[in-house]
């Protein structure tokens, strides 16, 4: 009962922001499907036969569960590109939706593996043959390589709007076609923002991976802290990405985790324990059963408040500690340590036997607001060894 008045309250400051967003006129409108398809044939239309050798629409409502063939066979080898307009609201009233950079997914052919970019364009070349094939993701999970779904299918009756998808086959390159037609003209700035996104590179820190069934993102990137020190900066702005390390220590009463970090910007300034408002930046620990223990700065729970993952796909798995709160302290480093078995007992009950991952966790996806943080000299520690993740 108390979840369910928490959930009230903060759907009801949400739903008074929002308000006053519509009446200052600051509800941005959903894009201009029409419009999109009317620029982009435009564009298709004035390109040399040698550089489009042939493309598609595809029109994927929110509500369609996966998978939806493009009707492009694809052989192995060819580039091609894709282009996405839309939105998924999982609220409409609460003006809470997901972009298409994070809820349409790919994949060739019913046993190719699922994947998708880090933007609302995205381009590849075909690794084997096959149909080319789109998927909605939110509010589902994959459970494997091959987009078998987590949940029931019943769970895309839970949200609205669609999504409307430009797929182009090059006669040539990818980067090559692009520029071409760039070269013609680029209606909203998307050849331009692909070609970047394609010259940037994967920006991923050496050494750490994002959670494969989360996809990748360019929220996490190397850079040297003011001190000189090795740093991971992370960016989040309407998006989310878990960033992981492999580690293999056994988990006993003197395992530790210590790290620094300088938080600057909070993504939430509501409590962070509630489905629409779980946005924040945080550490995490997993072990050998599947679980993990995060560690984060809260805008409003006090320090020690533990709670279990309010997202449904999440919940039993991931378990959130309050180790900072409020305003005071951002934008200077802090050093923490934490007691993993302690809290593991403390929080979730038995401790398992080993470490499996660090993880660096942002989401903004729900309030789409910016959180911006540092980390630096993550270690594990136990009474034998230390560790150095960062």
Same mark, same amino acid.
């Given at each position: 009962m108390s #979840?369910? !008045?928490?959930?009230?309250?903060?759907?009801?400051?949400?739903?008074l922001r929002v308000a006053g967003r519509r009446l200052r006129g600051g509800i941005e409108p959903p894009p201009d499907l029409a419009a999109f398809t009317g620029e982009m044939e435009e564009l298709l239309a004035q390109a040399p036969a040698?550089?489009?050798?042939?493309?598609?629409?595809? &029109?994927? =409502?929110?509500?369609q569960p996966p998978w939806v063939g493009a009707g492009l066979p694809l052989a192995q080898g060819c580039e091609v590109s894709y282009f996405a307009e839309g939105r998924v609201y999982a609220n409409r009233?609460?003006? !809470?939706?997901?972009?298409?950079?994070? &809820? /349409?997914?790919?994949?060739?052919?019913? #046993?190719?593996e699922v994947f998708?970019?880090? #933007?609302?364009?995205? +381009?590849?070349?075909?690794?084997?043959?096959?149909? /080319?094939?789109f998927g909605n993701y939110f509010p589902n999970d994959w459970a494997d390589l091959q987009g078998t779904r987590l949940q029931n299918d019943d769970v895309y009756r839970q949200v609205s709007g669609e999504l409307k998808v430009l797929v182009i086959r090059w006669g040539g390159g990818a980067l090559d076609g692009l520029r071409a037609l760039r070269g013609i003209a680029d209606p909203g700035g998307r050849l331009g923002a692909e070609i970047e996104r394609i010259e940037l590179g994967d920006?991923?820190?050496?050494?750490? &991976?994002? /959670?494969?069934?989360?996809?990748?993102a360019e929220i996490y990137r190397r850079k040297p802290a003011a001190d000189g020190a090795d740093c991971i900066h992370c960016q989040t702005h309407a998006d989310g990405g878990i960033l992981q390390r492999e580690v293999d220590l056994p988990l006993h009463e003197a395992s530790e985790i210590s790290w620094r970090w300088c938080v600057r910007q909070l993504p939430s300034t509501?409590?962070?324990?509630t489905l629409p408002s779980h946005d924040y930046l945080s550490i995490a620990v997993e072990f050998?059963?599947?679980?993990?223990?995060?560690?984060?700065?809260?805008?409003?729970?006090?320090?020690?408040?533990?709670?279990? *993952? =309010? /997202?449904?796909?999440?919940?039993?798995?991931?378990?959130?500690?309050?180790?900072? +709160?409020?305003? $005071?302290?951002?934008?200077?480093?802090? *050093? $923490?340590r934490r007691n993993l078995y302690a809290d593991y007992r403390r929080y979730m009950g038995e401790p398992p036997a080993r470490i499996v991952r660090v993880w660096l966790i942002a989401n903004s996806i729900f309030q789409r607001a910016e959180g911006i943080c540092d980390y630096a000299d993550i270690l594990l520690h136990d009474a034998a060894r230390e560790v150095r993740v960062l």
């Amino acid at each position: 009962m108390s #979840r369910a !008045i928490t959930e009230l309250k903060v759907a009801g400051r949400l739903a008074l922001r929002v308000a006053g967003r519509r009446l200052r006129g600051g509800i941005e409108p959903p894009p201009d499907l029409a419009a999109f398809t009317g620029e982009m044939e435009e564009l298709l239309a004035q390109a040399p036969a040698s550089v489009v050798a042939d493309y598609c629409w595809v &029109q994927l =409502p929110a509500n369609q569960p996966p998978w939806v063939g493009a009707g492009l066979p694809l052989a192995q080898g060819c580039e091609v590109s894709y282009f996405a307009e839309g939105r998924v609201y999982a609220n409409r009233f609460l003006d !809470i939706y997901i972009n298409p950079s994070l &809820q /349409l997914w790919c994949k060739l052919g019913d #046993r190719g593996e699922v994947f998708r970019g880090t #933007r609302n364009s995205h +381009s590849f070349r075909a690794d084997h043959n096959g149909p /080319l094939m789109f998927g909605n993701y939110f509010p589902n999970d994959w459970a494997d390589l091959q987009g078998t779904r987590l949940q029931n299918d019943d769970v895309y009756r839970q949200v609205s709007g669609e999504l409307k998808v430009l797929v182009i086959r090059w006669g040539g390159g990818a980067l090559d076609g692009l520029r071409a037609l760039r070269g013609i003209a680029d209606p909203g700035g998307r050849l331009g923002a692909e070609i970047e996104r394609i010259e940037l590179g994967d920006t991923t820190p050496p050494g750490w &991976q994002y /959670l494969w069934n989360l996809g990748p993102a360019e929220i996490y990137r190397r850079k040297p802290a003011a001190d000189g020190a090795d740093c991971i900066h992370c960016q989040t702005h309407a998006d989310g990405g878990i960033l992981q390390r492999e580690v293999d220590l056994p988990l006993h009463e003197a395992s530790e985790i210590s790290w620094r970090w300088c938080v600057r910007q909070l993504p939430s300034t509501l409590r962070e324990d509630t489905l629409p408002s779980h946005d924040y930046l945080s550490i995490a620990v997993e072990f050998d059963n599947g679980r993990d223990i995060t560690y984060y700065w809260s805008s409003q729970l006090p320090v020690g408040t533990g709670y279990d *993952c =309010p /997202l449904p796909n999440w919940s039993g798995k991931e378990f959130h500690v309050v180790v900072r +709160s409020g305003g $005071e302290g951002l934008g200077e480093w802090h *050093c $923490e340590r934490r007691n993993l078995y302690a809290d593991y007992r403390r929080y979730m009950g038995e401790p398992p036997a080993r470490i499996v991952r660090v993880w660096l966790i942002a989401n903004s996806i729900f309030q789409r607001a910016e959180g911006i943080c540092d980390y630096a000299d993550i270690l594990l520690h136990d009474a034998a060894r230390e560790v150095r993740v960062l």
